[in-house]
């Protein structure tokens, strides 16, 4: 497994951006490029859900809810990822968590909560 540490939540009005970062810290570059790189979110009383994952081939996958107005992007030598989040709604709050997915192991982030409301 490796050690995921998401920041960049917050408060933010609706129609506002936030950028999630997703750090990798103590991992270093080989082992992190072998993970496949999602964002998921957790709303209170609801099941974890995706929002956003890299594809085994090195595509992108959303959910409806999301398309159009998040990307998620990733800076391998950095061993960063990244969600931009744009025109955000009350209905994208949310505990949001970074995941690694190596073979049968999958890495979890302690999550970052966001928040939209006016």
């Known amino acids: 497994q490796v050690r995921l540490v998401e920041s960049g939540g917050g408060l933010v009005q609706p129609g506002g951006s936030l950028r999630l970062s997703c750090a990798a810290p103590?991992?270093?570059?080989?082992?992190?490029?072998?993970?496949?790189m999602g964002w998921y979110r957790q709303a209170p009383g609801k099941q974890r859900e995706l929002v956003a994952t890299?594809?085994?081939?090195?595509?992108?996958n959303y959910v409806d809810a999301v398309k159009g107005r998040f990307t998620i992007s990733k800076n391998n030598s950095r061993k960063m990822v990244y969600l931009q989040m744009n025109n955000l709604k009350p209905e994208d709050t949310a505990v949001y968590y970074c995941?690694?997915?190596?073979?049968?192991?999958?890495?979890w982030g302690q999550g970052t909560q966001v928040t939209v409301s006016s």
């Open positions: 890299f594809t085994s081939d090195g595509g992108t």
């Open positions: 103590g991992t270093i570059l080989s082992t992190f490029t072998l993970y496949t």
């Open positions: 995941k690694g997915t190596a073979g049968s192991t999958d890495s």
